[in-house]
C-alpha cells in the first residue's frame, strides 16, 4: 500500500457532475497516475492518466467527459466528470504506475481504497 486516499463520491443525477480527489503521499515515486473504475462483476475499466510531464490519456469512453489533473506538487490528483451517466456508477480508484511503459497501457502498481459514485437517472 502506498497510501493514496480518494474522496469526493457521491450521488448525483444523470448529466450531473463530481470531482474526485486522490491525496498522493509526498515521498511516492510514480512516473504517472490516473483512474480506474469498478463495477461488481465486471472487468476494471482503466479512465484516465497523467504523466509526470503533464501528458493526459483517456479512454474512449470517457474522452471529452472526464478531465484529469494533478496540482503543481503532484500530491491532489483530480478527475472532473462531467455529463455523468447511470452507466458511470461505479467505484473509483486513483492509482500509479513506475514506467513509461505501465503508464502507456494503464498498467497500475498500487491504488486506494476507492470512492463510490452512484448516477442515477
Known amino acids: 500500500q502506498v497510501g493514496l486516499v480518494e474522496s469526493g463520491g457521491g450521488s448525483v443525477q444523470s448529466g450531473g457532475s463530481l470531482r474526485l480527489s486522490c491525496a498522493v503521499p509526498v515521498n511516492i515515486q510514480s512516473y504517472c497516475l490516473g483512474w480506474f473504475r469498478r463495477i461488481p462483476g465486471k472487468t476494471r475499466q482503466d479512465l484516465a492518466a497523467?504523466?509526470?510531464?503533464?501528458?493526459?490519456r483517456y479512454s474512449d469512453s470517457v474522452k471529452g467527459r472526464f478531465t484529469v489533473s494533478q496540482d503543481s506538487a503532484r500530491i491532489t490528483l483530480s478527475l472532473q466528470m462531467n455529463s455523468l451517466k447511470p452507466e458511470d456508477s461505479a467505484m473509483y480508484y486513483c492509482?500509479?504506475?513506475?514506467?513509461?511503459?505501465?503508464?502507456?497501457?494503464?498498467?497500475?502498481?498500487?491504488w486506494g481504497q476507492g470512492t463510490q459514485v452512484t448516477v442515477s437517472s
Open positions: 497523467i504523466d509526470h510531464d503533464g501528458t493526459t
Open positions: 492509482a500509479v504506475a513506475h514506467s513509461a511503459y505501465n503508464c502507456g497501457r494503464m498498467i497500475w502498481t498500487s
